[in-house]
Every structure is written in structure tokens, then in C-alpha cells.
């Protein structure tokens, strides 16, 4: 598997103050992050379907989490997928898992916490990709 440094993540969050320190601490752990207030914002991107991962607040300005990698999904994007809000239920945790989200995290999360979520998920896609290993 790259190096964290060649990882994109996709971070969607509508706290600014919790997108920045979000930002800032996967940036410091080696991974290139593309910031979003919203899903429409990251859809306007044309670089968005070049990401390995995604890390998603649940409710966005603009639909929520589950609708956001359903339309990635559809326009083809394979990536790993991490929810993470402050208002999970069971009900939301089983659609996030139905829609093929990886993990669904609570917030306030750990830093090592979400961090070492995003290196399991980029392990099992890795393992999945022809020719892949899962080996960091």
C-alpha cells in the first residue's frame, strides 16, 4: 500500500472548528486532506473521485452522509468510507453500514482513534484492489 503521505482523504464536516482540527491532524499524520463544508462542495470537485477515503459528519448542510457516498458510489468512486457523528443510533449506524460506510464513529472521537480507523480502512481496501496485499 502508498505511503500515508500519497493517501487522499475527502473530510466533510460543517463545524469549521471541528473540520480545521480534523484537517490539521491528518495533514500532520502524513495524509493529503481535501476539506468540505458540505457534500455539494465535494461533489464540485473535480479531484474528489481521486481520494482513497472519505471521513463524513452524518448531517451535512445538504442531505446527510448516507445520500453523499450513495452519489459517490454511483459516479464511481471505490474509496473506503468512515461516518462520524454526534448523533448516532442504532437505526443510523446499520443505514451507514448498508450504504458502505466502513466504520461509524462517535463524536467527540480520539484522534488515534480516527486515525487508526482510516489505516484499517485503507488496509482492507488495499487487500481488495487487484494485486493488493493490505500491507501498509
Known sequence: MDTPARMRILLVED???VRRALQLLL?????????YLSGDNLER????????CLVCDLLLPQGDA?????RLRAAGWDGAAILVSGHLTAEWRQRAEQAGYGAALPKPIGDRVLVNEITAQLRRRAARLPGGDGHA
Do not use: H, K, M
Request: hydrophobic share 35%; glycine share 12%.
Open 27 to 35: 495533514t500532520g499524520e502524513g495524509y493529503e486532506v481535501r476539506s
Open 45 to 52: 470537485d473535480p479531484e474528489a473521485l481521486a481520494a482513497d
Open 66 to 70: 448516507i445520500d453523499l457516498l450513495g
Open 15 to 17: 463545524d469549521s472548528a
